[in-house]
């Protein structure tokens, strides 16, 4: 097909995984509804709006057995993706530019994932995305689509036509959102403090001045920009045989559908339609995106979470141990920097264990066991490893990827990481969570974590590609460093 350059071949958007979007955590959500997804290790994937494979690759890397598939309408991104594939030698992914509208002949996925697609295409594309979904899926398969959500994006809209404003205003991406930021910062400043339109402005502003102009450039100055509401995808949706389940991440242990008053009164206002009662959820959460999970329509669906399934996951955590000055409490530190404390004597000794654990996970035998002898009943055990990971204590998996518990005397970094670091600044890690990678001597041990040098050989590379750096200090900081890469879950021998 005649090959047409758009904005993200003129502009690059950014690259990276998408945790939520990976078949792993997607089979769990799956299965704590009640449904049997295809196992991770052994699927079939499509990705919708695949950039430049960013998220897909790591995914073949990690998992041989199954194989992926994506397409962009976006040539230049997908050049680059399959020059990474060809780098990598990896058999079992192939990325192909292309429309979504009129596309045939993919054959038949396990899970389809359209992440960052659907509010930024026109209504007629958007219908074709869920007509290309319902004839591609496999009958128990997966589909993921994430959209800005209505009502809590009428807020993103007030930021979205000030960097209008701002585009009339610069040439380059750059200039174009910070002329809209001024903006918004220049009608914060003029309300009165402490006025709720103030903290609205300022919180927008901010959060646009964290991202990279080029992801603003892409999002809020999009063409085509139409969040949705949940009820409007689902109502959508079911004309073409899908139906919601879940969404893509456990919900937060303050969510308000986990307060039975609140979701009594939801339900009275909604009836059985959970479409109706999602949406009404979202009034109270404001909430301005979502990950949604849709499969085919079925009288067998279970949107109600239960515990039924947890016997046959696995489990991990990745919380770091935290002073706490509470008497009998332990306190924790999530990845993002989160704090959680408990003073459960079995929620301890469990955290205690798979902390030890990582980057590996335990099974559910010997998590059990952990319980049991703190004093839980063995029918206890399911629903409160499903309360710890709604609680973020853990997470939960039907999948484990060949990530290293113990650093090697030639340690070897995966080779996806490895190339990923020279692109960007951050990496996937063999969880498909993201580690970023800003400071230039970690990027440089990264890289020289081929499993073809031992520490010695490590150090002396490092010391002669930084020579203004003190070698007593790249001598002293290379084992806490190689933990940290461990930790990462970024070794693979």
């Known amino acids: 097909m005649e090959v047409v350059p758009n904005r993200f071949d003129e502009v690059a958007y950014p690259a990276h995984a998408f945790a939520n979007t990976h078949p792993g955590q997607l089979a769990v959500m799956a299965a ?44 230049l991104p997908i050049a680059r993706g399959q020059q990474r594939i060809a780098e990598l030698n990896l058999v079992n992914i192939r990325l192909f530019q292309a429309d979504i509208c009129g596309l045939e002949g993919l054959g038949e996925y396990d899970y389809i994932v359209a992440h960052g697609v659907y509010t930024w295409v026109p209504g007629s594309v958007r219908e074709h995305l869920l007509a290309l979904c319902s004839r591609h899926l496999a009958p128990s398969g997966i589909t993921f689509i994430s959209y800005n959500a209505l009502p809590g994006s ?98 937060m242990p303050n969510d308000p559908a986990l307060q039975p008053e609140l979701a009594k009164q939801v339900a009275a206002l909604a009836g059985d339609d959970c479409a109706a009662q999602e949406y009404l959820f979202d009034f109270i959460r404001m909430r301005m995106y979502r990950e949604t999970i849709l499969v085919r329509t079925g009288p067998a669906l279970r949107q109600k979470m ?114 990923e670091v020279l692109l960007h600044p951050q990496v996937a890690n063999l969880w498909h969570n993201t580690v970023e990678f800003h400071d230039p001597p970690a990027r440089a041990l990264l890289l020289l974590l081929d499993g073809q040098h031992d520490r010695g050989e490590i150090l002396a590379e490092l010391q002669r590609q930084f020579p203004l750096v003190d070698p007593s200090e790249l001598e002293v900081g290379l084992e806490p460093n190689l933990q940290s890469f461990l930790r990462a879950a970024l070794l693979d021998g």
């Open 32 to 75: 704590l509804h009640g449904l049997a997804a295809a196992a991770p290790g052994n699927c079939r994937v499509l990705e919708i709006g695949c950039n430049e494979g960013a998220n897909l690759i790591p995914m073949a890397f990690a998992m041989p057995g199954s194989e992926f598939t994506g397409f962009d309408l976006a040539a």
């Open 154 to 251: 009428h807020l993103r809209n007030i930021a979205r036509d000030a960097l209008r404003w701002g585009s009339r205003r610069g040439q380059t991406p750059e200039d174009q959102v910070a002329a809209g930021v001024e903006l918004l910062h220049l009608a914060a400043r003029s309300r009165p403090a402490g006025d709720t339109w103030r903290n609205v402005l300022e919180e927008r502003a901010g959060k646009i001045e964290a991202r990279s102009a080029s992801a603003t450039y892409h999002d809020e100055l999009a063409p085509a920009y139409e969040p949705v509401s949940v009820l409007d995808l689902l109502e959508r949706a079911r004309q073409h045989g899908l139906e919601y389940l879940s969404e893509a991440e456990l919900p």
């Open 306 to 419: 239960t515990a039924a399934a947890v016997p046959q996951m696995r489990f991990t955590s990745a919380l770091i141990a935290a002073e706490t000055d509470q008497p009998g409490a332990r306190s924790w530190l999530l990845p993002g920097g989160a704090r959680v404390n408990c003073t459960q004597e079995p929620v301890i000794a469990v955290v205690d264990r798979l902390t030890a654990a990582w980057p590996r996970a335990l099974g559910y035998l010997e998590v059990e066991e952990v319980l049991t002898s703190a004093g839980l009943l063995r029918e206890q055990v399911p629903g409160l490893l499903l309360q710890m990971a709604i609680a973020r204590f853990l997470d939960l998996h039907l999948w484990e990827p060949p990530v290293m518990g113990h650093i090697s005397e030639r340690p070897r970094a995966t080779a996806a990481s490895r190339q």
